[in-house]
C-alpha cells in the first residue's frame, strides 16, 4: 500500500470521521478538542517540519480523500518511535486497510536506523485496533490502569510494542 504524508487538503475529511467526544479521544488521546478542527490538524502538522521532526503524520489514498491516517512521533535521542491517532475513514471500514496501511508505516519507521522501539497506546476495549496490532507483531507490555479520563468514563490503556527485527514484518 502507498502511504503519504498528510497534506492539509485531508484536513476538512478527517474533521468528519469523529462524531463524538469519545470518538476523538479514542483516536487522538487526550490532548485534542472536541470537535477535531483545521487549526489542530495544521498544529499536528506544524510538528512534522524540524529536523529531524517531532512527528510524522501519514494518510492513504488521495490529498482530501484520505482512507486512513496515522502519526509517528520520535524520541529520537532513545531510539524510540511511538504509533498513535490511527483511523481508517469510517466510509472505508471493513475493506482490509489497517493492515497494509499499518505495515507500510511500520517498515518507513524501521527504515529510519536510530530507531530501536515502536511502541502504541491502546484502549483496553478497542478489540478490533489489539487485534490488528498483534497481527502486526506487537507484543501486549502491560496496562495502565484508568489513565484516560472521557466525560464521566475512566478507560484503561495498554501498552503495545515492537522491537527492530522483531514482528510479524521481520
Known sequence: MNIRHMAEADFPGICRWF????ELAQWGGPLPRFPLD?????EML???????PRRWLFCAGEPGAATATAQVTFDWRNGVALLGRVAVNPANRGQGIAI????????RVFAEPLIERLELNVYTFNQAAIHTYEKLGFIREGVRRSSAKVGRERWDTALYAMLRGSGALA
Not at 462524531?19 to 469519545?22: I, Y
Open 100 to 107: 497494509p496501511f499499518l505495515s507500510a508505516i511500520v517498515q
Open 38 to 42: 483545521l487549526p489542530q490538524l495544521a
Open 19 to 22: 462524531n463524538t467526544e469519545k
Open 46 to 52: 506544524g510538528e512534522s517540519a524540524g529536523t529531524p
